[in-house]
């Protein structure tokens, strides 16, 4: 392969490769396990879930090849087989049973703002120890990403009345009597 001169060091490029295949290898798994539960919801909220994780894990899908693109262009190569997905990874799968639609949704919170978490140390080591800004701004754009489809998913499990400003005053919901 040609040598690149693109401004880093090999070893910078070798540091950002690696973080993009961590980033890689979550966004994968969270696509899988977007589509999983696209597949298995149930309940009252089926369409909207549904519809939702189709949404979400299609993005996922740009985003995975997206990552995969940043790592070769760098000179690197993507991690590509389950294993190393579980094994650079930090999402979790969950084999094995088909939880409740409510707990699909929060499994999916909690993955993202895991994923959020993640990338922001990973932009601060772009900048700040390997001088890629270019990767920098990449995952901040991930990042930004990842920050909405939680908000989208949070606000489905929420559940609480909001003031027509936008406040909240801890207002109990009001609910049929025996329910």
């Known amino acids: 392969m040609r040598k690149l001169n693109i401004g880093l060091t090999e070893e910078q490029r070798r540091g950002v490769v690696e973080l993009l295949n961590h980033d890689l290898s979550d966004t994968y798994l969270l696509q899988i396990k977007t589509k999983k539960y696209h597949w298995d919801v149930v309940g009252p909220a089926f369409r909207t879930l ?73 932009i601060d080591q772009c900048s700040e120890k390997f001088h890629d800004e270019g990767t920098a701004d990449f995952l901040t754009g991930l990042m930004e990403q990842h920050e909405e489809m939680a908000w989208m998913l949070r606000s489905f499990i929420e559940g609480e009345e909001i003031i027509s400003d936008g406040s909240n005053e801890n207002v109990k919901l009001k609910t049929p009597v025996g329910v």
């Open 50 to 122: 549904h519809e939702l994780w189709e949404e979400q894990y299609q993005a996922l899908s740009l985003n995975v090849d997206s990552i995969a693109e940043r790592v070769r262009t760098l000179g690197g190569f993507p991690v590509g087989t389950a294993e190393g997905f579980l094994k650079m990874g930090s999402i979790k799968e969950d084999a094995g049973r088909v939880p409740l639609a409510t707990e699909m949704v929060s499994n999916l919170v909690d993955n993202h703002e895991q994923i959020v978490r993640n990338l922001r140390e990973h």
